[in-house]
T-cell receptor, first 113, second 114 residues
Framework: KQEVTQIPAALSVPEGENLVLNCSFT??????LQWFRQDPGKGLTSLLL?????REQTSGRLNASLDKSSGRSTLYIAASQPGDSATYLC????????????FGTGTRLQVTL | SAVISQKPSRDICQRGTSLTIQCQVD?????MFWYRQQPGQSLTLIAT?????????ESGFVIDKFPISRPNLTFSTLTVSNMSPEDSSIYLC???????????FGQGTRLTVV
């Protein structure tokens, strides 16, 4: 059974700092990995999708990497802003599980002025 | 990217009643997914809804408690039946089309059972 863990559970940084969020998964037979953002009480916004054959994806100030063999992904946020404050979730789709997403526990990020 | 609309966005319900949540997608999709997010927890898949067939439920979820309809390729409903305070959660629908690509989510339905 796939298990996804995110570290740290919570993080507070001053504005302008670069930061890294970590995601690990127990079963390396994944089809893809996706990073999401969730604002309090809201739905999920997709940030980046990495296919299993890819090593990284970039979108603006965000960069996500994937090391499938070691079961790890990182989300790098450059020059953080207060608007980045949210919970960040990673989720994996295993091969052969019909697109079912297994979610991590999330990292709650607060960027302070 | 798919645009997903969920209704209602939030509701407060009495225990023992039922609530039906609607999910509308702006394009035709093969599979739709329903997730639950309990307070302070991550998302858990309830079931996969395929058009023209019964939904496939994950372990721990049953059709009597969470009946799902999928009348066409753009619409689905999830009913939370005979509610108790333990059903208080955010319920989200999701699509992934084509399969294996980016998943998109509705804005969620925040349910409080009193």
């Amino acid at each position: 059974k796939q298990e996804v863990t995110q570290i740290p559970a919570a993080l507070s940084v001053p504005e302008g700092e670069n930061l890294v969020l970590n995601c690990s998964f127990t079963d390396s037979a994944i089809y893809n990995l996706q990073w999401f953002r969730q604002d309090p009480g809201k739905g999920l916004t997709s940030l980046l999708l990495i296919q299993s054959s890819q090593r990284e994806q970039t979108s603006g100030r965000l960069n996500a990497s994937l090391d499938k063999s070691s079961g790890r992904s990182t989300l790098y946020i450059a020059a953080s802003q207060p608007g980045d404050s949210a919970t960040y979730l990673c989720a994996v789709t295993n091969t052969g599980t019909a697109s079912k997403l297994t979610f991590g526990t999330g990292t709650r990020l607060q960027v302070t002025l | 990217s798919a645009v997903i609309s969920q209704k209602p966005s939030r509701d407060i319900c009495q225990r023992g009643t039922s609530l039906t949540i609607q999910c509308q997608v702006d394009s035709q999709v093969t599979m739709m997914f329903w997730y639950r997010q309990q307070p302070g927890q991550s998302l858990t898949l309830i079931a996969t809804a395929n058009q023209g067939s019964e939904a496939t439920y994950e372990s721990g979820f049953v059709i009597d408690k969470f009946p799902i309809s999928r009348p066409n390729l753009t619409f689905s409903t999830l009913t939370v039946s005979n509610m108790s305070p333990e059903d208080s959660s955010i319920y989200l629908c999701s699509v992934e089309e084509p399969r294996g690509t980016e998943a998109f989510f509705g804005q969620g339905t925040r349910l409080t059972v009193v």
